[in-house]
């Protein structure tokens, strides 16, 4: 069977936010287990160390008994989370708890759906199979070259490439329920690479695709870090456009390694930090006065006064809702 060729964004059942905003119980969170990473990608700001340590970013790995608080803690809001998505800045699989901690998510009864993030370069047999038992709904493999010289050229590693390719196709053909997303950029790739990409993994994985990298990271300077051309282009190929409102404040958190929560996931250098998981539950957190006050600002159309948003570039190349328009009706929710 080949591979739909469909980017990991969802559409489908896609609620619209100018409605039913403010929302009690966020519909997404993301979740690092490991701000650490095993790769050195040249457009990712977790591959420059020198940058990480001026910024005072600590690599960490999540603790697993406050891992299990915090997801005990999600039973305080009146619905379930819709998606939890375990990556942000680091590699999940770089934390030894990765498959109790997507069991736990997945058995607590306050999660609809799991998904991980993995550059899968540790993946092995026993691994996959422990995360396709865990019940992971989806499994999102970032490639990000078609051969080894790619790979130690664009993230500073060397890899068995062969082998790569052999434990991606154990985990899709012992995969079960786990759907199996696999995408790379395509920004370093040649006509032939894409093509190469397509015909290595597209029997191998049930969605496939080849992303646009984009100036995302607030403070990171991709075209310079990264060298490699950058076209004005949304990363999953939607109709992006320019936006005053981050959608993504009103229904989405992402809670950090060392238990901190940012407002967003692009936040690598944790200045949106709203509470601290360790002495908050989280409900408390996402109903605090910091995140309404960045979410206020936003409405009021004020972004390029906010420090960091007005840095983004999330809101053009990533996201897909607008609501700009309907900004001072929200409000007026917000007071009621």
Request: aromatic share 8%.
């Amino acid at each position: 069977m080949v591979a739909e060729y469909e980017s990991k964004l969802q559409q489908d059942g896609r609620q619209n936010l100018v409605e039913i905003l403010p929302v009690k119980t966020p519909f997404l969170l993301y979740i690092d287990p490991s701000s650490a990473c095993n790769f050195r990608c040249k457009f990712c700001p977790t591959g420059h160390q020198d940058l990480l340590r001026s910024a005072g970013v600590k690599s960490s790995i999540l603790d697993f008994d406050l891992y299990k608080r915090i997801i005990d803690s999600l039973g305080e809001f009146s619905q379930k989370i819709k998606v939890i998505r375990f990556n942000k800045i680091g590699e999940p699989l770089l934390n030894p708890h990765i498959s109790e901690m997507l069991a736990y998510a997945k058995a607590s009864g306050h999660v609809e759906a799991i998904h991980l993030t993995t550059n899968a370069a540790k993946l092995t047999n026993k691994l996959s199979t422990r995360l396709v038992d865990a019940g992971t709904d989806v499994i999102n493999i970032s490639v990000e070259g078609v051969n080894e010289a790619q790979y130690k050229k664009v993230c500073g590693v060397n890899i068995d490439f062969q082998q790569f390719v052999k434990n991606i196709q154990w985990l899709y053909a012992h995969k079960e329920n786990t759907k199996i997303n696999i995408k790379i950029p395509g920004n370093y790739l040649t006509e032939k690479d894409k093509e190469t990409f397509l015909n290595i993994f597209s029997e191998h994985c049930d969605t496939i695709f080849i992303e646009n990298l984009s100036s995302i990271w607030p403070g990171f300077d991709i075209v310079e870090r990264g060298g490699f051309p950058i076209q004005d282009e949304h990363q999953y190929g939607e109709n992006g456009g320019e936006k005053q409102i981050c959608t993504y404040l009103f229904y989405a958190m992402a809670i950090n390694a060392d238990g901190t929560v940012s407002a967003c996931c692009p936040d690598w250098e944790q200045k949106l930090i709203l509470g601290d998981t360790k002495i908050q539950p989280i409900k408390e957190i996402w109903n605090s006065e910091a995140l309404r006050v960045l979410q206020l600002a936003h409405l009021r159309l004020e972004r390029q006064k906010v420090a960091v948003c007005n840095q983004c570039g999330h809101i053009r190349y990533c996201q897909v809702d607008c609501i700009d328009s309907a900004s001072q009706d929200i409000i007026q929710r917000f007071k009621a």
